[in-house]
Structure formats: C-alpha cells, structure tokens
C-alpha cells in the first residue's frame, strides 16, 4: 500500500476555489424594492410640486377676500386713501410671500 501512495497523490488536483459571487445582476427581489423606492420617490416629487400650488391658491383666495372687504369698505365711507394703502399692502404681502422680493422696496 505504500508503494501506491505516491502513485495515487501524483493523481490528485490542485483545489480551486469558485469564483467569487458577484453583486450583478441583482436578485429580483432587489428589483422589486428599486421599482417601489423609484415609485415612491416620484411620488413624492409629485406631491412637492404640488403643495406650493396649494398654498398659492389659498394665499389667493384670502388676498381676494381682503380686498373685497376694502371695497366695501371703501363703498360705505368713500376713503380712497385707506382704500388704496389697503390694496397696496395686501397686493406687497401677496407677493412677498410668492418670493417676489423685489416689491418690497416699492411704494407708492
């Protein structure tokens, strides 16, 4: 039996190792939460650029109201002074907070 060991060890192979795993392609599982993080991110996008529409619009609606209520108020007392200095600090605010600074400094 000793005569062959040296036989049979010339016959054995060198061990290789597998090649290491790799990250690509990804497993469908790792597709399915991109989609859902792409899905959401759109979603969210969408939603930020909606919000400041509907702060906007609210700003113009109460801006409409106060200017209604200085008409009426204009129509019992006649005061086009008041009535001009409230529009023009309504329309300043209104502005102002739409981020249109350069009507800050006007008057008149």
């Known amino acids: 039996m000793s005569d062959a060991t040296p036989q049979l060890l010339e016959q054995l192979r060198d061990v290789h190792l597998p090649e ?16 859902l993080v792409v899905v959401a991110l759109g979603m969210l996008a969408y939603w930020l650029r909606r919000q400041p529409k509907r ?7 109460a801006a409409l109201h106060e200017m209604a209520q200085l008409y009426s108020t204009w129509q019992a007392d006649h005061n ?22 350069s009507v800050a400094k006007l008057s008149g």
Do not use: D, E, F
């Open 80 to 101: 086009t002074a008041q009535y001009l200095r409230g529009l023009n600090g309504t329309l300043k605010r209104l502005l102002l907070a739409q981020n249109v600074t």
């Open 20 to 35: 290491p795993v790799s990250w690509w392609p990804l497993a469908p599982g790792y597709w399915i939460v991109l989609a």
């Open 55 to 61: 702060n906007t619009q609210h700003l113009k609606q």
